[in-house]
């Protein structure tokens, strides 16, 4: 019998029937802070090798989340994504990984790339389902996935960090790397972050005088100047240091590390935006959409 994960988080975070949930991908493409058109696959030379993408409800993030597959599809559509994303529900190991089935969505199945999943499962990486039950970070980028990918078929692996630390990170990401490159597939690597976490809802209060919002984005562009530079220990640092409550910082790490290893040189930001733009109120959060390759 397969082994299906059930969508924990449709209609909530996004729309939960097909025609809705397409209609709500296409608006966040379409949308003024989206980037203003539909995605098309161009067949490229150049391997896809990583993306950071947010991870709240579609109506906040998904119009920054667009850029990151707009950028996909105009450089190639990989076969098989790998998916990492922080635990926010407390449940598994520190670092958990799913190696068979497939993932159920609204718009339909996606397989577990079954044979690069294996691979992953050593060191801090341990088999555990129960992570991903009610986890959403790595679920809202599926239906976007399946928008983008239109009839071409992908897989994907998840893997959700609770351990974030330096070492951790370095360790996920220096497994992630040896496995591609020993598949040899062209594999992108998605880490799933929202950015600042601010204000009343969050008891991130800003210093007084300063909106919720401009607060957000001035402890977001440090994190994000360590990505640019591609500096994953440089990350953990400012995020630590500087309390920005970034939910996916560890991702990002292991992202950048594994893309670094597999011949990544630069560093882009896509979009930046915050929850602000939509519904300004006394609590914020930041989002960004970055390209490595």
């Not at 496995?179 to 972050?193: L, Q, R």
């Not at 991130?204 to 957000?216: F, H, K, L, N, T």
């Amino acid at each position: 019998m397969e082994n299906i994960r059930r969508p924990a988080v449709a209609g909530q975070f996004y729309e939960g029937n097909e025609t809705s949930l397409n209609e709500r991908i296409k608006e966040c493409f379409l949308d003024e802070r989206g980037p203003k058109t539909l995605p098309k696959i161009i067949k490229a030379d150049k391997k896809n090798v990583g993306i950071v993408v947010p991870h709240a409800g579609y109506i906040y993030s998904g119009a920054i989340a667009a850029h990151s597959y707009n950028y996909l599809t105009s450089k190639g559509f990989a076969k098989t994504f790998l998916i990492i994303g922080p635990n926010h529900t407390g449940i598994g190991s520190g670092v958990s990984l799913m190696t068979e089935g497939s993932w159920l969505t609204p718009l339909g199945k996606v397989p577990i790339n079954e044979k690069l999943a294996k691979e992953l499962n050593i060191g801090p990486i341990t088999k555990d389902d129960n992570a991903h039950m009610y986890e959403h970070s790595i679920e809202v980028q599926l239906p976007f996935l399946q928008f983008s990918a239109g009839k071409q078929e992908f897989g994907f692996v998840p893997i959700c960090m609770a351990m974030q630390d330096s070492e951790t990170s370095a360790k996920v990401g220096k497994i992630i790397a040896d496995a591609i490159i020993k598949s040899d597939e062209n594999v992108v690597i998605i880490a799933s972050t929202d950015f600042s976490h601010a204000g009343f809802n969050y008891m991130s209060m800003p210093p007084e005088g300063i909106r919720v919002d401009e607060y957000a984005k001035k402890q977001d562009k440090l994190a994000i100047d360590q990505i640019l530079k591609m500096d994953p220990e440089g990350l953990i640092d400012t995020v630590q240091k500087n309390s920005i409550t970034m939910c996916g910082y560890g991702p990002v790490a292991a992202m950048l590390t594994a893309t670094k290893i597999l011949g990544a040189k630069k560093a882009e930001l896509l979009k930046y935006g915050t929850s602000y733009e939509v519904h300004p109120g006394t609590s914020c959060v930041g989002y960004g959409a970055l390209s490595i390759y």
